[in-house]
């Protein structure tokens, strides 16, 4: 099991580090971990997918009434974290504010992302994850 988890605040980054986020495919960064992003490590209005400055923007809300629609998205920021083991990325609650859905919802998602050393998920995601 996991004994690094994401910090409930982040308010610093090192350059490899990056603060993975939730938002919507238009990267419309209006508000919660979005906006906070887009203020403090670089995420740009526009940009609803991928690393920008030291941040990821993951696409949450793409159908709010189906976690799995993040599914894609998901798989799409694990092949980005394999392609880059120099980066360490600070997975947030993903789809647990804004999006509406729970920790026991979105967790199970995150499955292959337990194996990644470059990779830190929040607690919550981690002690759902090993319940399983």
């Given amino acids: ?10 308010i610093d980054l090192a350059p490899n580090e990056i603060f993975v ?12 971990a979005a906006a906070f992003a887009m203020d403090r490590f670089g995420a740009k209005w526009g940009v609803g997918e991928g690393l920008c400055g030291n941040t990821y923007a993951l696409p949450t ?3 709010l009434t ?15 974290a394999k392609q880059h083991p120099e980066l360490i990325f600070y997975v947030t609650k993903v789809g ?20 990644l ?5 929040p607690k919550e995601f981690v002690e759902t994850l090993c319940q399983h």
Avoid: R, W, Y
Wanted: proline share 6%; glycine share 10%.
């Fill in 1 to 10: 099991m996991k004994t690094t988890f994401t910090p409930n605040n982040i």
């Fill in 21 to 32: 986020f939730g938002s919507n495919s238009a990267g419309q960064h209006a508000g919660g």
């Fill in 96 to 115: 647990c504010g804004i999006a509406g859905f729970t920790i026991s919802e979105v967790a199970p998602l995150f499955k292959e992302a337990l194996e």
């Fill in 61 to 63: 809300m793409d159908d």
């Fill in 66 to 80: 189906n976690p799995a629609s993040m599914i894609p998205h998901i798989q799409k920021f694990i092949e980005c």
């Fill in 117 to 121: 050393k470059n990779v830190v998920l």
